[in-house]
Every structure is written in structure tokens, then in C-alpha cells.
């Protein structure tokens, strides 16, 4: 299904994607919940033990700096994908302080407010930064030292290079199969279906309710988890061809280039999203697929927490009416307002 064609295909239009009604809206599941963003806002919803569903709304404070970045391709992804992190931390930081002891949010509150933000401030950065250089340690360095092993027997620098891919896709592989069957981050990737089917529904032109965001698809091509595979399938391109003697030096190249590959990553992603050209979708499927193990099929109450969240950030209603009415215009019926969107349909920004 085609939502949103912005102009008729020409031949070399056909190779490089066809324009799709961009809702540039985003998110991402947390503890019991959902947040999503859209331009300088952003609102986690989440559910409270009692049933209730609080909404924190917030304006994004986004520097000068950041915004001078934006308009400069592979920059702009190194920037947005740091400022995903910080943002998807804090929010999930938010998130978990409903759930903590009676104790440890009496002496959370008794705390001066301005100590206290500091205090999450601190904790927020260094979360960061360990997180980064763990992520670094086992996604990087690991592969690069393992794939050694291999130099006994063959002496082809690319070949080693293309061993090194593989093993950095397989770790990434097992991590994600190996925390997708613990019990607390099932109900986390259940929430995370939840923001891709509310997206999902949005954009194919249907009413945002709860019966048509579950019959929408749990899968997006710019989720964080296509991202991700972008980064490994980029640094197996990337690194293939820089050779040098040194193992040092190749180790130090490696960490001085993560920047430029989670750069094309993000321009990679950011494209996908925005075409529904039948060669991009292909190259979508491995992402796609991934989703089935970082997404599950959430229940009504996580739908409404996922729709509470959309509605705070983002006016879906004249976007819905846009979308039904540049289909139409482009000669085709809605198939989204009268049937399940099939999970070969999908899209998404940071999720």
C-alpha cells in the first residue's frame, strides 16, 4: 500500500525510493509505558499500579548548536542518535520512579528539588557514558579481537574484516534473543509494539482508537532496531576497507569511525522511512524482521497508554484526513481505513 505519493514515478524515481506522508512523529517503550516525541515535545504516558495513566508533557531543550547540525547529513545522525539516548534514559528513568519502593520515594521527596534535578542530571550523564562505552567494548572491540583467531590461517585483511562483521551480526543477534526471553523486558517490547501500532495506524490514514491500532502492524521501518542493524551491516561495508598493520591503530580507527557509521546508519534509516519504493522495503526486511523479537503484540491497556502518549504530542486527526486525501488524490483507495495493514506496510523514527 502507497500512502501519501507525493509525485508520479519516473525510472530513476523507481531507484531511489517514492515520497510517503511523513508523520515525523517517534517514541519509544519504558517501564509500563510509552514516549513519544514530536518536534520540540515529547510525553511519557505511563500506567500506574492502580490502573490510572499519568501523561508527562515536556518541551525538548534543544541548543542552538544542535539545531545549526541539523541540515548536515551524516553530523546530524551522529547528533540525534546522542540526544535519542539521553532523552530515552530519562524518560525511562521518569518511568521507573512509579514503581520504587514507599521508602525510596519518601526520601526522593523530602530531597530539595533543585538537588535532586542535579543529582538526575549526574545520574543521566553517567548511565550515558557507561552505557556507550560497554556498547563499544562488547559490539566493537570483542569482534575485532576475536576475529584475530582467524589471521592463523588466513591472510586476507578484507576477508578478516568480513569474518569480524559476522561475528559482531551474531553477538548482536544473541543479545537481543537473550534479553527478548527475560519476563520484565517482554512487557517492555509488548509496549514497545504498542508505539509502532499507534504510529503505524496514524500513518496508514486510520483513526487513532484502540480497535484500529490493534489490527495495525507491530513493525516500522525506522525503528531503533533497524537503526541498530544498520550500524553492524555498515560497519562490515566500512571497515572492510580500511587496512592497515597495525592492530592498535585498527582498533583506534574503528572507535574514531563509530560516529560516521551510526551517521549513514541514521541517513540509511531517516531514508527508508520516508519511501515506500518496493527496493527499499526489501532492504528494510532484515530490520523488519529483527522487530519480531524486540516487539510483541500488546493488550488493550497498553494500547491506550500508547495512545495517550501520541495524543499529548501530536494532532493526528487533520494528519489522518491528510493522508486519506493524498491517497485519493493519487488515484488509489485507502486500503488502511477498511482493512488490517499488512506487516509488509510499515514505518518509523526512533522508536
Known amino acids: 500500500m502507497r500512502v501519501g505519493t507525493e509525485f508520479c514515478l519516473s525510472p530513476f524515481a523507481v531507484f531511489i525510493g517514492e515520497k510517503m506522508k511523513y508523520s515525523g512523529i517517534g517514541g519509544q517503550a519504558v517501564m509500563e509505558g510509552v514516549m513519544m516525541k514530536n518536534k520540540d515535545f515529547y510525553a511519557v504516558a505511563v500506567r500506574k499500579s492502580d490502573g490510572e495513566i499519568v501523561v508527562d508533557k515536556k518541551k525538548v531543550k534543544t541548543q542552538a548548536a544542535v539545531e545549526a547540525v541539523q541540515k548536515i547529513p551524516i553530523v546530524r545522525g551522529v547528533v540525534n542518535f546522542i540526544d535519542s539516548l539521553y ?199 532484515p530490520g523488519l524482521a529483527m522487530q519480531h523479537l524486540t516487539t510483541k503484540e500488546p493488550d488493550d491497556s497498553m494500547i491506550e497508554v500508547g495512545i495517550a502518549s501520541v495524543e499529548a504530542v501530536f494532532d493526528w486527526r487533520p494528519y489522518v484526513k491528510e493522508v486519506r486525501g493524498e491517497t485519493e488524490e493519487a488515484g488509489e483507495s485507502c486500503a488502511a481505513c477498511d482493512r488490517t495493514v499488512p506487516e509488509s506496510s510499515v514505518e518509523e523514527e526512533s522508536a
Open 87 to 285: 532523552l530515552g534514559i530519562g524518560s525511562l528513568m521518569y518511568s521507573s520512579t512509579f514503581f520504587e519502593e514507599d521508602e525510596e520515594e519518601k526520601k526522593k521527596k523530602e530531597e530539595d528539588p533543585e538537588k535532586a534535578k542535579k543529582k538526575e542530571h549526574a545520574m543521566m550523564g553517567t548511565t550515558l557514558f557507561v552505557s556507550l562505552v560497554i556498547a563499544i567494548l562488547i559490539f566493537m572491540v570483542l569482534p575485532y579481537y576475536l576475529s584475530t583467531f582467524f589471521s592463523r590461517w588466513i591472510s586476507s585483511g578484507i576477508v578478516l574484516a568480513l569474518i569480524e562483521g559476522v561475528i559482531r551480526l551474531l553477538i548482536f543477534f544473541g543479545y537481543i534473543l537473550a534479553i527478548s526471553k527475560m519476563k520484565d523486558i517482554q512487557r517492555v517490547f509488548m509496549y514497545h509494539g504498542a508505539e509502532h501500532k499507534c504510529i503505524n495506524c496514524i500513518e496508514h490514514g486510520l483513526d487513532l482508537n484502540v480497535e484500529n491500532v490493534r489490527k495495525s502492524t507491530r513493525l516500522h521501518k525506522r525503528c531503533g532496531t533497524s537503526f541498530l542493524l544498520f550500524v553492524v551491516l555498515v560497519s562490515i561495508v566500512l571497515f572492510a576497507f580500511i587496512q592497515v598493520d597495525s592492530r592498535v591503530l585498527r582498533i583506534v580507527l574503528r572507535l574514531v569511525l563509530i560516529p560516521v557509521v551510526a551517521g549513514i546508519a541514521y541517513e540509511l534509516i531517516r531514508f527508508a522511512g520516508r519511501s515506500d519504493n518496493p527496493v527499499v522495503n526489501f532492504l528494510s526486511k
